[in-house]
């Protein structure tokens, strides 16, 4: 069983930055796809960024939300079992509850949520 747990989140004024983390309970460096969502009160979980693997270990392809595109950066670490999203100019919109998804053969992982507030 695989667990998840994001770490990062808290309030940041506008035009700020914030580096969201993610760890693993095992290795990551198999995974096919990790990524992070958000999701606000009376929404839909929405897709912001995406690195797909498949599996292999390093590399890979980044998908983006255009709403983050140029401002918000997904990266990993394998040593560290750690997805890490990197949050730049930061908006109001952008608050939200951030999850850390993951999947491996077919099956979904989904971390708890950490809260980003983004509010002068």
């Known amino acids: 069983q695989v667990q998840l747990v994001e770490s990062g989140g808290g309030l940041v004024q506008p035009g700020g930055s914030l580096r969201l983390s993610c760890s693993a309970s095992?290795?990551?460096?198999?995974?096919?796809?990790m990524a992070w969502y958000r999701q606000t009160l009376g929404k839909q979980r929405e897709l912001v960024a995406s690195?797909?693997?498949?599996?292999?270990?390093?590399?890979?392809?980044?998908v983006y939300a255009d709403s983050v595109k140029g401002r918000f950066t997904i990266s990993r670490d394998n040593a560290k079992n750690t997805v890490y999203l990197q949050m730049s100019s930061l908006k109001p919109e952008d608050t939200a509850v951030y999850y850390c998804?993951?999947?491996?053969?077919?099956?979904?992982?989904w971390g708890q949520g950490t809260q980003v507030t983004v509010s002068s």
């Open positions: 690195l797909i693997s498949g599996g292999i270990p390093s590399g890979g392809t980044t």
């Open positions: 998804k993951a999947v491996r053969d077919r099956v979904t992982y």
């Open positions: 095992g290795s990551i460096f198999n995974f096919n796809v």
